[in-house]
């Protein structure tokens, strides 16, 4: 399968992207060099696996024109007159944005580029995540974020709420700071309501479109379709063999924050049918009773799979992700019951008000949630990763080690970052798990 990243090669072959990504003001040379080793490193890591469900030709070109015809297809919406909306978290509501006819866009966070820029701005123990974004946008070569007329960061842990004091003034368009509870009282839940509320003002006026009773419904529907078609994508995993890699679904986790939504539910479906076959007759990734593991912790965004790569290059499979990309980000649906925009933004924020995300004190939820996809899925242990200066996860990975292994399930604790150095060490590490929990 031949993957055809937007590089300069390429270009001349088939749609000149250039003009576009010059009218977007990037640093084409950047640009290119970083598109060189993202279209290497996708190889390496995707294209290199066996077997892959033939459905995944779908994610290949969807990653090869990630920064080639879906930035196209927002920027043509954006000359529409839609409101384009960028986010680095899943606490960003995509009905709203829906329901005020607009396309919403997840920022690239999981690569190193511009670090040596970013520590310009923020102090070196900062998390890869938020000197990834900082970084793809002071040296120029992300694409989506000249495209957002709006960027929203949400006031979740320190080190987001403080960088987006800074962050705000980097970028061309508007900024919206979201304010985001730390607690799951009611309190907490009436700031996040407060939040939605806001945000959905802020999207009337700047779309021109009174978000109506229909259209929030509409976009309730499209975003429950694509977590139903992420659930069951979860579920099927939990078959023996797997017959799915966890790469693979991860991939389709990421590329559900930058794809059409409709489009890409009709793709993960097909994946879907592609493996019940598979299921039925008993073909998987690896062979039945392979190691099983699930992860817990910080999400890993877009282009980042090392972990991942080192795990299942490990003997191992990944049948699950109690995370943010993944099932932390899927779970739960909205329900559309409610004749008011107010009663339906209720129901809003009670599907987000439960989501476990660390920076919520106390936070329980999120083990007993680790604790249920990894029965569900039969795994036999679990790789809690953290981010580096994550201080949330970090925090609550012994915690969440310690409840886990009471209850027989091993855990392996990772700290890393988005650079290659350690990934002997890790890799080291990981191997004794992956014999530690062979059956
Ligand atoms: S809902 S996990 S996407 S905030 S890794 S920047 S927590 S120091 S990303 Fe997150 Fe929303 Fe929560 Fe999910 Fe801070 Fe940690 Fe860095 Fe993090």
């Known amino acids: 399968m031949n993957v055809r990243w937007a590089t300069k090669k390429t270009m001349k072959e088939e749609t000149d992207y250039r003009p576009m990504w010059s009218e977007l003001g990037l640093d084409l040379e950047k640009h290119d060099a970083l598109l060189g080793v993202l279209g290497k490193s996708y190889g390496d890591v995707f294209l290199s696996q066996k077997d892959r469900p033939e459905g995944m030709g779908y994610l290949d070109f969807v990653m090869s024109e990630v920064h080639g015809l879906r930035v196209k297809e927002v920027m043509d919406a954006r000359k529409d007159g839609k409101v384009v909306v960028g986010a680095f978290c899943v606490f960003v509501p995509e009905e709203l944005v829906l329901a005020a006819g607009g396309v919403l866009v997840g920022l690239c966070t999981g690569a190193d580029f511009g670090t040596e820029k ?31 007329d709006l960027i929203v960061g949400e006031n979740t842990c320190d080190g987001k709420k403080k960088a987006y004091e800074t962050y705000k003034d980097l970028i061309p368009g508007e900024f919206l700071a979201m304010d985001m509870p730390n607690t799951k009282s009611a309190e907490g839940r009436e700031v996040l309501r407060k939040a939605y509320v806001d945000f959905a003002k802020q999207l009337e006026e700047m779309s021109g479109r009174k978000i109506t009773v229909e259209a929030l419904k509409a976009g309730i529907a499209t975003a429950n379709a694509k977590r139903e078609a992420l659930h069951r994508l979860a579920k099927l995993r939990h078959a023996d063999p797997a017959p799915i890699s966890g790469l693979d679904a991860l991939l389709i986790n990421q590329v559900s924050f930058y ?67 993944g099932e932390r980000g899927s779970q739960n649906l909205v329900s559309d019951e409610g004749e008011t925009v107010e009663e339906l933004i209720d129901q809003l924020v009670d599907r987000y008000f439960a989501i476990d995300c660390a920076i919520f004190t106390p936070n329980p939820g999120r083990c007993e949630h680790a604790r249920q996809i990894a029965t569900d899925a039969g795994a036999d242990g679990v790789v809690h990763y953290s981010l580096q200066f994550c201080t949330p996860y970090q925090m609550e990975a012994p915690v969440l080690e310690r409840k886990l292994e009471e209850g027989g399930l091993p855990v392996l604790r990772l700290d890393t970052d988005y650079s290659q150095e350690d990934v002997e060490q890790l890799r080291t590490r990981v191997e004794a798990f992956v014999e530690q929990v062979r059956r």
């Open 118 to 148: 970013a520590e310009r701005y923020l102090p070196r123990n900062t998390c890869a995540l938020i000197k990834s974004f900082f970084g793809f946008t002071l040296e120029k070569v992300c694409p989506y974020i000249p495209t957002c």
């Open 259 to 325: 794809d059409d939504p409709v489009r890409f539910t009709g793709s993960v479906n097909k994946i879907c049918d592609e493996l019940e076959e598979r299921i039925a007759a008993g073909e998987g990734v690896l062979p039945k009773g392979a190691p099983r593991l699930i992860f817990s912790g910080c999400p890993m965004a877009v282009p980042n799979w090392k972990l991942s790569a080192i795990i299942e290059s490990s003997g191992a499979v990944l049948v699950g992700e109690e995370s943010c990309i």
